[in-house]
């Protein structure tokens, strides 16, 4: 189900910025799409979005907002020992308000959440916007230019999540999480052979799965730093490349070296799977062991062995009723043949006994020393070709030492280099722990993946054969296949043609930056570079939420403070020309010296009434001189928000101090 998700207003009361109450609706009670108002810096804008945030997220319960963090919200040279921030909802139709009061004495801050049956204490939003209403969520389209930049940090934002909560495919994971509750309730609830077993077992599998989840946790870790130091490792070396090739000279000496040591330790891998081949052949280790096989075979010919007749033949003469020979074979016939036949070989032991002297005739040959003489020989090839990948690395390192003296930068880079690799080689080493087959080890000394999923599969099928529920398990396993494998061509298909388009967009925004994205993780990963400009970045993020929000059947609002600020002037138009298409209501928190270029443009793609407001605090006389309608203002303590373009474009003032 579609849902729409509007802001009416919201109400502000002893806290840091100045009292204010705002309405975002027209007479007829639906919002204004695009609603801008202008603060100087120092009014408390960032104070007015913390505080949307933390109303729209629940976000005041968390270990964060400690009582430090909320008395350092309490009005300047003020008495009042409370506040609130009050802000009216409309979600699918149906007013709902949230209301954070603040207790400055004991820092402490209390929700209480309205709709349609009365008012609750705590933070308690309609179930089915939870998914919008949460942390993580709301900085989505409660934004400013930090995001902007965290969109394109792993360490901040799981753009990924949004994707799948927006175009709710992370209902297929939650679905997937209901059929493992379902299934832990089945297997708990069964009565159990052995009840003590059954607990023992249970117990076991939560361990083994604890224990997995830790390792692949590390492991997914230690590969992503090993990919950062890796593509770091690339971008060293390149810059090496560069430096060395400012003396044209060693540059090609330095060429020819690597490339040297590159043929030498293919010529090294070569000759080391040659020896190790051969010596997989006994008889080339020595000659004992080649004498010994030929005196086997001799045996088997002084003997006669094999025969050539078989078992088999003596046994289908005992069927027939005449023999060979023309005799009659009656019952007593018969059963000497079958009884003289155990003294033959069968037809598989001649093939068998037949291949050995022809395997040990062929390996052999002529001499029974040459095999050796032959390994022997490999082995001395092997020698040299390490001895001369050796004289190789020395030619290189001797050339990298000469590079170093004559080129500090380049010293340092190689220095860099090595640092890097021994970085490297210690990931390398960690991870390689995770591919141990060793299975003596317990579960808490077992490190190999692999080895802990087999655990985790025998311990699960152990527990499901004394619930009885080994049907039931298949049953699991094949739906969370098929629904896994559908939440991610879901997921790949909708982020693949979310990039394409948000691609489109920043090429018209920015067609000459050279800037794109190239995939969706945990965030906005860019094709060949890890950022941009402060511009670039709120370009780009404008690109990705416009993308993002229209693609969606949810309507949701969208606020944004300073949303052209850092962008070049000749960009500020196409922003502009963006915002009336991001969403069904739109509100931006400007400064006077962000208008230019970007609310003309807004208006002129605007077909609907935009809404004007001006807050700043009293004490301003010029400034509150020019209020001449007073029916367009209104007046608090400390505070004036007045309507309309005039006032708007009119008042110059970036900053409140």
């Given at each position: ?27 007829d009670?639906?919002?204004y ?12 804008k960032?104070t ?33 020992n409370?506040g609130s ?14 209301i ?5 004495d004991?820092?402490?801050v ?16 309609p ?5 919008f ?9 409660v ?7 965290n969109l394109?940090?792993?360490?901040h934002t799981?753009?990924?999540?949004i ?5 709710q ?5 939650i679905l997937?999480?209901?059929?493992d ?15 003590k ?11 083994l ?10 492991q ?28 044209k ?22 000759q ?8 997989a ?7 004992l ?21 078989a078992r ?8 027939e ?5 023309d ?10 043949i ?8 069968g037809?598989d ?11 040990i ?16 020989a490999m082995i ?19 050339i990298k ?12 880079a ?9 970085t490297?080689?210690d ?5 390689e722990?995770?591919k141990?087959d060793d299975?003596?080890?317990n579960?808490?000394?077992?490190y ?6 087999k655990?985790v ?5 152990k ?16 739906l969370q ?8 061509i ?15 967009h ?9 800037l794109?994205i ?16 402060t ?15 229209n ?87 400390d ?16 900053y409140?101090?």
């Amino acid at each position: 189900m579609a849902s729409n998700f509007k802001i009416l207003g919201w109400k502000s009361e002893g806290l840091r910025c100045p009292d204010h109450n705002i309405s975002f609706t027209r007479g007829d009670s639906s919002v204004y799409e695009i609603s801008l108002i202008q603060m100087p810096n120092g009014t408390g804008k960032t104070t007015v979005l913390n505080l949307l945030r933390a109303a729209l997220s629940g976000s005041a319960y968390s270990e964060t907002w400690n009582a430090s963090k909320v008395r350092g919200l309490k009005k300047r040279n003020s008495d009042h020992n409370v506040g609130s921030f009050e802000v009216k909802l409309s979600l699918n139709d149906r007013p709902v308000t949230i209301i954070m009061q603040f207790d400055f004495d004991s820092g402490k801050v209390i929700y209480k959440t309205t709709r349609g049956e009365g008012q609750k204490t705590g933070f308690d939003p309609p179930s089915e916007f939870k998914r919008f209403l949460n942390e993580n969520f709301v900085n989505f389209f409660v934004f400013d230019g930090e995001l902007a930049q965290n969109l394109l940090d792993s360490n901040h934002t799981k753009a990924e999540k949004i994707v799948d909560d927006l175009f709710q495919i992370s209902t297929l994971l939650i679905l997937n999480n209901k059929i493992d509750e379902y299934w832990q309730k089945v297997t708990q609830d069964r009565t159990a052979k052995e009840w003590k077993g059954f607990k023992r077992r249970a117990s076991k599998l939560t361990n083994l799965k604890a224990r997995l989840e830790n390792l692949e946790k590390e492991q997914r870790n230690l590969n992503q730093r090993l990919e950062e130091e890796t593509e770091r490792l690339v971008a060293k070396e390149n810059i090496y490349k560069e430096e060395i090739k400012k003396g044209k000279n060693l540059n090609e000496r330095h060429i020819k070296a690597e490339t040297d040591v590159k043929e030498k330790e293919a010529a090294l891998t070569d000759q080391s799977k040659i020896v190790l081949d051969n010596m997989a052949d006994c008889y080339s280790l020595s000659d004992l062991f080649s004498t010994a096989l030929y005196n086997f075979k001799v045996s088997l010919d002084r003997v006669k062995l094999p025969e050539s007749a078989a078992r088999e033949f003596f046994e289908e003469l005992a069927e027939e009723d005449v023999c060979v020979c023309d005799r009659p074979i009656d019952e007593n016939i018969r059963k000497v043949i079958l009884e003289k036949s155990i003294q033959y070989l069968g037809s598989d032991d001649v093939s068998l006994l037949n291949a050995v002297k022809t395997a040990i005739t062929e390996a052999l040959g002529d001499s029974r020393t040459e095999p050796e003489k032959q390994l022997k020989a490999m082995i001395e090839s092997l020698s040299e070709a390490s001895n001369n990948l050796l004289d190789a690395k020395n030619e290189l390192d001797e050339i990298k030492i000469e590079i170093a003296k004559e080129n500090p930068d380049a010293k340092k880079a190689q220095d860099e280099i090595e640092a890097k690799k021994i970085t490297i080689r210690d990931l390398e080493t960690q991870l390689e722990r995770f591919k141990s087959d060793d299975t003596s080890l317990n579960d808490e000394n077992t490190y190999g993946i692999e080895v802990l999923r087999k655990r985790v599969e025998e311990a699960e099928e152990k527990l499901a054969e004394i619930a009885n529920t080994m049907i039931l398990r298949y049953k699991r396993d094949r739906l969370q296949k098929i629904i896994t494998n559908a939440y991610q061509i879901a997921h790949d298909n909708i982020t693949n043609e979310i990039c394409s388009e948000a691609n489109d967009h920043i090429n018209d925004l920015m067609p000459y930056n050279d800037l794109s994205i190239d995939r969706i993780d945990s965030c906005l990963v860019l094709k060949g570079q890890t950022g941009g400009s402060t511009g670039e970045q709120l370009s780009i993020a404008y690109a990705f939420l416009s993308t993002l929000f229209n693609r969606s059947e949810h309507k949701l609002p969208f606020v944004v403070d300073s949303p052209a600020n850092p962008i070049d002037l000749e960009v500020r138009p196409k922003i502009g020309a963006i915002i009336p298409k991001l969403s069904e209501q739109f509100i931006a928190f400007t400064i006077s010296s962000e208008r230019s270029g970007f609310v003309d443009a807004i208006v002129q793609q605007s077909k609907m009434p935009i809404q004007f407001l001006t807050l700043f605090r009293k004490g301003r006389t010029k400034l509150e001189d020019k209020i001449t309608d007073t029916s367009l203002f209104n007046e608090t303590d400390d505070g004036f928000c007045i309507l309309g373009k005039d006032y708007f474009d009119d008042f110059q003032l970036d900053y409140e101090e």
